[in-house]
């Protein structure tokens, strides 16, 4: 158990639809980074945050959103849904956020599943 | 432009024997990190091993090595005395402070060890 916890692990949903995954990180980490993992694109950085502010951005599209709350959970919104978005979402949190000597890892939620319809 | 190759897209090993996972990167930012990730088939994804570019030695941590070669832009994994359980997907990632501390991940080797 890495400390990370997502909700919720399977959805199931229709094209055009909205959806919310929520990450809440560990204990004392104020960066959260989201990926993507589809089985044609691989493992995709989409967005990290740091203490509420958005620190960098990657293959994020238009019709998804983040944000960091004042409790450090972070929500990944994902609208107008296609089948294409079908994919392993995960949430990662660590310490700090620049490259360090210590506080690199990054501890990974278990997973949101999504199925697009 | 950052980079991440990882060229074995499957690998097999005999249990007990020693594996090297390969992954070449490509930054032009002085200080970055290299990682290794394992994701066996119930899909969560595991920290390995870290090496920072500053550090002079490279990092252990049990039965894993990653085998640095800052010239070469390598950074290959070593497991040694395979066991079953390490069959698994293995991801090599890289963060940087270029283009505000994201990371990439390789397209990952897919390992079997046999019996």
């Known amino acids: 158990d890495s400390g990370v916890t997502q909700t919720p692990k399977h959805l199931i949903t229709a094209t055009g639809q909205r959806v919310t995954l929520r990450c809440s990180p560990r204990?004392?980490?104020?960066?959260v980074y989201w990926y993507q993992q589809s089985l044609d694109q691989g493992l995709q950085f989409l967005i990290h945050y740091y203490n509420g502010e958005e620190r960098a951005k990657g293959n994020i599209l238009e019709r998804f959103s983040a944000q960091q709350f004042p409790d450090l959970h972070s929500e990944l919104n994902l609208s107008s849904l296609e089948l294409g978005d079908s994919a392993l979402y995960f949430c990662?949190?660590?310490?700090?956020?620049?490259?360090?000597?210590?506080?690199?890892?990054?501890?990974f939620g278990p997973g949101t599943r999504l199925t697009v319809l | 432009a950052q980079k991440i190759t990882q060229t074995q897209p499957g690998m097999f090993v005999q249990e007990k024997e020693a594996v090297t996972l390969d992954c070449t990167y490509d930054?032009?930012?002085?200080?970055?990190?290299l990682f290794w990730y394992k994701q066996p088939s119930s899909g969560e994804m595991i920290f390995l091993i870290y090496q920072g570019s500053y550090d002079q030695q490279n990092a252990t941590e049990g039965r894993y090595s990653l085998n640095f070669q800052k010239a070469r832009k390598s950074a290959n994994l070593v497991i040694s005395a395979s066991q079953l359980g390490d069959s698994a997907m293995y991801f090599c990632?890289?963060?940087?402070?270029?283009?505000?501390?994201?990371?990439?991940f390789g397209a990952g080797t897919r390992l079997f060890v046999k019996a």
């Open positions: 990662a949190s660590r310490r700090g956020q620049g490259v360090r000597n210590s506080y690199n890892e990054q501890f």
């Open positions: 930054t032009s930012d002085p200080s970055y990190g």
């Open positions: 204990s004392g980490d104020l960066s």
């Open positions: 990632a890289m963060s940087s402070n270029t283009g505000g501390f994201k990371t990439i």
